[in-house]
């Protein structure tokens, strides 16, 4: 796995990054837990700068817990890169995972943050206060 970011913005971060807050947009939540990892809500987004675009795989490390999947049976995870959709996946089984795809090098660009969005459907939603959660991020990001 790629080492901890050390500029504002790259290709890359991991959830217990001390800029980790600068990749993040939208749905996953201001703080670490456990060993460095952070929730996401319905609708995660991320992003980042990346220095070229070809040959590039989008990777990420996260996990479904056993308690919220018990719940919500499988899920279905949609992976957006600059509103293009990458992906569909549906997991059957809680725990860790990692997803990895290729992105076509004519939707990226050099320079501009690079977004990336994910569905997760369904989210598991808390019986007492209504929160919608969908899986824990570990780490994310555009690797060779």
Same mark, same amino acid.
């Given at each position: 796995?790629?080492?901890?970011?050390?500029?504002?913005?790259?290709?890359?971060?991991?959830?217990?990054?001390?800029?980790?807050?600068?990749?993040?947009?939208?749905?996953?939540?201001?703080?670490?837990?456990?060993?460095?990892?952070?929730? *996401?809500?319905?609708?995660?987004?991320?992003?980042?700068?990346?220095?070229?675009?070809?040959?590039?795989?989008?990777?990420?490390?996260?996990?479904?817990?056993?308690?919220?999947?018990?719940?919500?049976?499988?899920?279905?995870?949609?992976?957006?890169?600059?509103?293009?959709?990458?992906?569909?996946?549906?997991?059957? *089984?809680?725990?860790?995972?990692?997803?990895?795809?290729?992105?076509?090098?004519?939707?990226?660009?050099?320079?501009?943050?690079?977004?990336?969005?994910?569905?997760?459907?369904?989210?598991?939603?808390?019986?007492?206060?209504?929160?919608?959660?969908?899986?824990?991020?570990?780490?994310?990001?555009?690797?060779?």
């Amino acid at each position: 796995m790629p080492e901890p970011v050390k500029k504002p913005h790259g290709p890359f971060v991991n959830m217990n990054d001390e800029n980790a807050d600068e990749y993040i947009v939208r749905d996953i939540q201001p703080y670490i837990e456990g060993t460095g990892w952070r929730w *996401t809500r319905e609708f995660p987004e991320l992003r980042f700068v990346l220095n070229r675009t070809e040959g590039l795989k989008f990777t990420m490390d996260f996990a479904f817990p056993e308690f919220n999947f018990n719940q919500t049976g499988p899920v279905t995870l949609s992976f957006f890169v600059n509103r293009k959709l990458l992906d569909k996946v549906r997991y059957e *089984t809680p725990g860790d995972k990692r997803y990895e795809k290729p992105v076509p090098a004519a939707w990226l660009k050099p320079g501009p943050f690079t977004v990336v969005r994910i569905v997760v459907d369904p989210p598991w939603v808390s019986p007492r206060d209504g929160v919608r959660l969908g899986f824990v991020l570990h780490r994310a990001g555009f690797v060779e």
